[in-house]
DNA sequence: TCTATTGATTAGAGCGCTCTAATCTTGTAG
DNA sequence: CTACAAGATTAGAGCGCTCTAATCAATAGA
């Protein structure tokens, strides 16, 4: 278990320890032959380098803290893969923690996350207030991901929830819908600019808004329909809904079905994420797509770039959603399936 | 952004840095004015440890390293979220990396977090080689989830495989059904435990086996069920199906609703692993669930007892799973819902 | 031939901490 | 009073590495 050091590797290689140094970050300057030498030596051994030694020794890192609110929901999820794709390819290493959604345990993962020093730190749909983000950024680059802050010197990384719901708005509108409603995702994150964005769409449109509140889970979905079916007379029923997200689709589409009402053909609807979910045959939901891996990727190159001083004035992404047409949606009236 | 260290806060404090270290380890026989003291002057100062210059200096770790094959599915982001949870409570730090089912990818992965020198490493479902698997044990105590191994001295956490499709079985043997069909995961992780399962399972009750090849996809769920009508004669079909896994499932019944068979009604269909999405209504999936959460714990715990040096023993951990009854399954020849 | 000059190598300090062993206090028994 | 044990504190080495500055060798220029 005790593994070879530098010191060891250079004693079998009759070199001094500076070298072997060296060597391993592969410097210009060193004769071939010690090259060799060395390399050989290391291989020999089985030495690898020891990168909290290095960290330490170079008052660098190459850890990056991740502290995701809920590993459960498959947005985050992907995400982490972006992360962790371009994380690799840069060469840092993640260092994973989750919050649960509770104030007090993201900001004690936060803490643990920048005990170990880390060259930045990416915040997945926080929960914790301003202070504690301030705190961060006094310490090290903090990025925001699903979340926007006021705080000074973050960078965030969204998508443009209001572009994506006038996407589905527009959608709807385009297939003749005019009575459009909307399952509002409250407090969660996103979910004010999702609404936002199906307001104004609406307006543009000439539209009367209709808002039920709801959430972002299937049985919240399935609530929010039943409350739409008891306060709407069986004509003056929306046509269409853009629901919060997709785990809100799928629970409002089974409500209607079992309400008898078909989906698209009674009702059209459109969910939001493009989760996995989505995508399954069996449900094949029209949705929004968020670019995820993307997200994830800008999330690692905005902290990079200002690890590497190449940028201190903060970035805020909007990535552009786009709407991945499937099956849940059809043209009023018509009778349509596929 | 330069943090104060140690000496910092010993200056402040009046006293050596050693008994701020002792303070900060909070040992025993120090003098409750000098900690309240180093306390405060730590607190002024912003001053928190430095874990790896902790873990350099004390030769030990607090750091899992962890290599999930893939976070998208849904069932190893569970897990890592009963690793993150147990990990926390013990004191210990999660680092992650993807290996994305390549063993290359998979070797380099395990690379970089044993360069951490971490306390142990856990890997998820990997598909690497024992000599690999081998490799990593010389340097770190490591754990296997979902993957079974000879290799010496590794600790595994799975599920009983076996005992879960014979739940599935035993389920709708009792239900009436007597041909049964397997959709098998082929390579797949645990699907060779399945498999063997429902074979026994079928031959306890000296039914006829019926396997068709397949993938724990929904897409090949599907495919598998559009052969399964190919090959029988209408009246031969199988009225039930165990699949590999919930995907799977949820393709198996897509494409049986397309051919025009109802499900539970005509054929029942179980899946395997208890996803969220199992659980959506709209779905309803009867599933056998592994204890996901639980295993991400064992799998810490074996890891931690290694640490500690409690055991040299491997341990195969080997869990219960359970059958989560919805409404995919039902009596055979009934017209059930719900 | 002697010095610059450049490139290759190394000594040694130090990153922020822990840990052992030594030192300094006190309290108490003789 | 002295001696000593036990408790509190600290000096200093060292974890495995990097980095600066110094050293050394070899070549080129004068």
Redesign the pocket.
């Given at each position: 278990m005790?593994?070879?050091?530098?010191?060891?590797?250079?004693a079998k290689a009759?070199?001094?320890?500076?070298?072997?140094?060296?060597v391993?970050?592969n410097a210009?300057?060193?004769?071939d032959?010690?090259?060799t030498r060395v390399l050989c030596a290391a291989h020999d051994l089985g030495?690898?380098?020891?990168a909290m030694?290095?960290s330490?020794?170079?008052?660098?890192s190459t850890v990056l803290g991740v502290m995701v609110s809920d590993l459960r929901n498959a947005f985050f999820a992907d995400v982490v893969e972006g992360l962790d794709a371009a994380a690799e390819a840069a060469g840092f290493h993640l260092i994973l923690n989750t919050g649960g959604r509770s104030p007090s345990r993201e900001r004690a993962a936060l803490k643990n996350l920048l005990s170990f020093?880390p060259a930045g730190v990416i915040l997945l749909s926080p929960v914790l207030q301003a202070p504690a983000i301030e705190d961060a950024v006094a310490q090290c680059p903090v990025v925001l991901v699903s979340r926007t802050s006021r705080v000074r010197d973050v960078d965030t990384v969204n998508d443009d929830g209001e572009a994506g719901s006038t996407l589905a708005v527009e959608h709807l509108v385009s297939l003749g819908h005019r009575r459009i409603a909307h399952l509002d995702g409250g407090v969660a994150a996103g979910a004010a600019a999702r609404r936002r964005g199906y307001q104004r769409a609406m307006r543009r449109h000439l539209l009367h808004p209709i808002i039920v509140h709801s959430e972002h889970t299937d049985t919240a979905g399935e609530k929010a329909v039943h409350e739409l079916l008891g306060d709407h007379p069986r004509g003056g029923l929306p046509t269409a809904l853009v629901a919060g997200n997709d785990f809100n689709a799928v629970g409002a589409i089974s409500a209607l079905e079992e309400a008898g009402l078909r989906v698209p053909e009674d009702v059209s609807v459109v969910g939001y994420d493009n989760t996995s979910l989505a995508a399954l045959r069996h449900i094949s939901l029209t949705t929004v797509d968020q670019p995820r891996t993307e997200m994830g990727r800008l999330a690692v190159e905005a902290l990079i770039e200002r690890v590497r001083g190449e940028r201190t004035e903060p970035v805020r992404h909007l990535l552009h959603p786009s709407l991945v047409v499937r099956s849940t949606t059809a043209t009023l009236g018509e009778r349509v399936r596929e």
């Amino acid at each position: 278990m005790a593994r070879p050091t530098m010191e060891d590797v250079a004693a079998k290689a009759g070199v001094s320890r500076a070298l072997v140094s060296l060597v391993m970050r592969n410097a210009p300057n060193v004769s071939d032959e010690r090259r060799t030498r060395v390399l050989c030596a290391a291989h020999d051994l089985g030495y690898e380098p020891h990168a909290m030694a290095r960290s330490l020794a170079s008052r660098t890192s190459t850890v990056l803290g991740v502290m995701v609110s809920d590993l459960r929901n498959a947005f985050f999820a992907d995400v982490v893969e972006g992360l962790d794709a371009a994380a690799e390819a840069a060469g840092f290493h993640l260092i994973l923690n989750t919050g649960g959604r509770s104030p007090s345990r993201e900001r004690a993962a936060l803490k643990n996350l920048l005990s170990f020093r880390p060259a930045g730190v990416i915040l997945l749909s926080p929960v914790l207030q301003a202070p504690a983000i301030e705190d961060a950024v006094a310490q090290c680059p903090v990025v925001l991901v699903s979340r926007t802050s006021r705080v000074r010197d973050v960078d965030t990384v969204n998508d443009d929830g209001e572009a994506g719901s006038t996407l589905a708005v527009e959608h709807l509108v385009s297939l003749g819908h005019r009575r459009i409603a909307h399952l509002d995702g409250g407090v969660a994150a996103g979910a004010a600019a999702r609404r936002r964005g199906y307001q104004r769409a609406m307006r543009r449109h000439l539209l009367h808004p209709i808002i039920v509140h709801s959430e972002h889970t299937d049985t919240a979905g399935e609530k929010a329909v039943h409350e739409l079916l008891g306060d709407h007379p069986r004509g003056g029923l929306p046509t269409a809904l853009v629901a919060g997200n997709d785990f809100n689709a799928v629970g409002a589409i089974s409500a209607l079905e079992e309400a008898g009402l078909r989906v698209p053909e009674d009702v059209s609807v459109v969910g939001y994420d493009n989760t996995s979910l989505a995508a399954l045959r069996h449900i094949s939901l029209t949705t929004v797509d968020q670019p995820r891996t993307e997200m994830g990727r800008l999330a690692v190159e905005a902290l990079i770039e200002r690890v590497r001083g190449e940028r201190t004035e903060p970035v805020r992404h909007l990535l552009h959603p786009s709407l991945v047409v499937r099956s849940t949606t059809a043209t009023l009236g018509e009778r349509v399936r596929e």
